[in-house]
């Protein structure tokens, strides 16, 4: 499919930030085609009189929109290579462009119009059936189907990268499988078109009447165009690119909002410029044979703001309908199908219904929640959960919805189209993973440790905070089988959850958890060998929390075989095991790290607490629950049962550096972790706890853990 490193994932940023300059343009050279598509709502015959913009008209246009900011353009039609001309203004448009997007039929495309295209950019080529009979059927123009073949043929031979864009509808819909599979023989990237047509504006009952036949049922529409429901749920409802339906006032101004946000613009064949390709109510184009771009776009474009308003007509209707959220009407929608833009679109109602049916599934069966160190994960999902999914221990974990600091992952398999020069610049390699910055993005790439094998095992793009991914397996075997052992189907989960941590002033240590509370306090178990640990059962989940001050939070600090497993056996009837492999600190208080993206110095006010995590070892007792850290103790086998005070805090700082878990380490990272074990080492007391397997240090442990806590009850920095 299309390059999702660059379509398929969104990052919002607040449009009102950027000054307002018009950096993408977006022309029809033509609307004249030598397709005749059933469904197409633009079509002009080939041999209509030309009214189009001259060659000339355009150059000058260009230099206009250039002056203003102009790096990108968007080239479509009609099918633009039946002007004689045309290779002149692609040249033009796009030599000194950044980038440029290509829309054709292909049946036009020579030998030098195929090497013209070999410049970089985005060339999507359409494709309506699998076969001549049908793709001939839809375009009617017999023979189409062989000219496009011989237009992909010339694309490859000059070495000009293109896009098979899969167009749907309900007369080639029976062959979409078919197409698709041919998409891909003929190129390593595809696309489907929208899967929605819109109708006519040019008022002929007889081609709008075949368009609406051409429509496909509203549940194919979703399936194939399924909404990105965490994607919605993180847009700012009243953000004003995505207006809500009908604000508090009663506004109903349709485009204000649109085109207070907007950056780009469009233009007609015949000169005609606005801020929106589907906008053909000629009041609202501003004439580009009379003015000039400038004028468009500085007065006459935000001038249109307050000049269409939907109504009653749109009051009573869209403007305070229940599905506004999942629909995808617009006012440029209602006047195509009903020359009025506060008009409703029936078909589009449907297809709402649909929407929600289809978000209402997701919800239920694609997404799942688990909290991890006061970090909530929204785990999502191409094919849908079981409760075998995930391994049991999770259970501990899982949530029945998003918390104050929520961070998304979708998985998704198959991999993405991957375009070396598109992956941004390389930070990081090392087996099993190079790492690219691209924009505010961050792509992984999984790569073998053997050097001949250059096969990609998976793709993860992150945005900048790494609080939404989405990953890409190759297969859904694994998944499939089930009881998997990570979130993420890494290995180990610590390769996303370092990152979201060192921005929240926390760290993975090498070590056992564990919660000692005083005995009247220290809440039941239950009979489940899986939960047979002292906690708090959620009620409807079987989740395990903590009170927030209830005992006193241990680690005991080491690496393997050093003991952390055999501590945990040794205390396991007398508190609360957190894991006995790796657990995590995190500072609260002042200074701490505010969710995604946190961070700055740790401050005066304030306590480490511990939380426990699901990477288990030896010992498979997992808990979510959370204690204030009132010491930490390094672990020693020895044949002595005794607690030795740490002081010098140069060597707790050796200590814990040795014991940090680090997955990926980068200088960014580093220098945020270093800070947390910095403030570590200096607020918590620190012992060496030398131990055999005999038990008796456990009574020591727990007089300790009394003492601490009595003293360290009340205070802030520190708790020593």
Avoid at 244 to 271: K, M, V, Y
Wanted: some cysteine; overall charge neutral.
């Amino acid at each position: 499919m299309s390059d999702p490193l660059t379509t398929g994932f969104t990052e919002r940023v607040q449009a009102g930030a950027f000054p307002r300059l018009p950096l993408q343009g977006s022309i029809d050279l033509t609307y004249r085609c030598n397709n005749n598509c059933r469904h197409c709502w633009l079509h002009v015959p080939a041999t209509a009189a030309e009214q189009d913009l001259s060659l000339d008209e355009i150059r000058r246009i260009a230099n206009e929109a250039r002056a203003m900011g102009c790096r990108e353009w968007s080239i479509s039609g009609g099918e633009p290579m039946l002007r004689p001309d045309f290779p002149e203004i692609f040249d033009y448009l796009t030599n000194k462009a950044r980038t440029y997007t290509l829309n054709t039929n292909g049946t036009l495309i020579t030998p030098e119009i195929a090497r013209l295209l070999t410049r970089k950019g985005s060339k999507m080529v359409a494709l309506y059936g699998a076969t001549p009979e049908v793709h001939d059927h839809i375009t009617r123009n017999p023979g189409s189907f062989d000219a496009l073949m011989r237009g992909f043929r010339y694309l490859k031979e000059a070495g000009a990268g293109f896009i098979v864009q899969v167009i749907p509808m309900r007369d080639n819909y029976q062959q979409f499988e078919e197409m698709v599979k041919l998409a891909k023989s003929l190129s390593p990237h595809y696309r489907v078109g929208a899967a929605w047509l819109y109708l006519s504006a040019c008022g002929s009952a007889q081609r709008n009447a075949e368009i609406s036949r051409q429509r496909l049922d509203p549940k194919d529409v979703i399936a194939l165009d399924q909404p990105d429901l965490a994607y919605e749920e993180s847009m700012d409802p009243s953000s004003i690119v995505h207006r809500p339906s009908l604000t508090a006032d009663g506004d109903d101004l349709l485009f204000a909002g649109c085109i207070a946000g907007r950056r780009d613009f469009h233009i007609d064949p015949c000169g005609g410029m606005t801020f929106c390709c589907f906008i053909k109510d000629p009041a609202l184009r501003y004439d580009l044979r009379k003015g000039t771009f400038r004028a468009a776009w500085d007065e006459f474009i935000p001038g249109l703001a307050d000049k269409v308003r939907g109504g009653e007509e749109y009051r009573e209707s869209c403007g305070s309908c229940e599905h506004r959220r999942d629909c995808r009407w617009c006012g440029v929608y209602g006047y195509l199908e009903h020359g009025r833009h506060g008009a409703k679109v029936e078909y589009l109602c449907e297809v709402a219904r649909e929407n929600r049916s289809f978000k209402e599934q997701w919800q239920r069966d694609h997404r799942r929640y688990f909290e991890i160190a006061g970090i909530t994960i929204q785990v999502e999902s191409d094919l849908p959960f079981t409760d075998q999914t995930f391994d049991p221990k999770f259970r501990k974990f899982q949530k029945d919805g998003p918390g104050p600091d929520t961070v998304t992952i979708r998985h998704h398999f198959g991999l993405p189209d991957m375009k070396p020069d598109e992956l941004g610049r390389q930070v990081y390699r090392k087996p099993p993973w190079a790492i690219f910055r691209k924009g505010r993005s961050w792509i992984y790439l999984g790569i073998s440790p053997d050097a001949d094998d250059k096969d990609l095992h998976q793709v993860v793009v992150f945005n900048n905070d790494y609080s939404r991914g989405e990953f890409y397996r190759p297969d859904d075997a694994n998944f499939r089988q089930g009881n998997l052992g990570s979130i993420t189907l890494f290995p180990t989960d610590q390769i996303l959850l370092a990152q979201l941590l060192a921005d929240r002033q926390a760290c993975f240590l090498h070590s056992a958890g564990a919660i000692v509370r005083p005995a009247s306090s220290k809440p039941t178990g239950d009979a489940d060998s899986t939960d047979a640990q002292p906690s708090i059962r959620h009620a409807a989940y079987g989740i395990r929390h903590s009170p927030p001050e209830a005992g006193a939070g241990l680690l005991f600090v080491g690496h393997s075989e050093a003991g952390k497993s055999t501590t945990v056996k040794l205390i396991q009837d007398r508190a609360e095991i957190l894991c006995d492999d790796r657990n995590i600190v995190r500072w609260e208080g002042e200074g701490r790290g505010k969710g995604k993206g946190g961070g700055g110095e740790i401050g005066e006010q304030g306590l480490f607490r511990v939380y426990g995590s699901w990477s288990h070892g030896e010992v498979p007792l997992v808990s979510a629950s959370s204690a204030p850290l009132r010491a930490i103790l390094f672990i020693k086998q020895s044949t002595d049962n005794r607690l030795v005070p740490l002081t010098d805090r140069s060597e707790v700082l050796k200590r814990l550096l040795a014991c940090v878990i680090r997955p990926l380490e980068t200088a960014n990272w580093w220098q945020k972790t270093f800070s947390v074990i910095e403030a570590l080492a200096r607020e918590v007391p620190c012992y060496i706890m030398e131990f055999d397997k005999s038990g008796r240090i456990v009574e020591q442990i727990l007089a300790l853990a009394k003492d601490i806590e009595t003293k360290g009850k009340g205070k802030g920095k520190g708790s020593r």
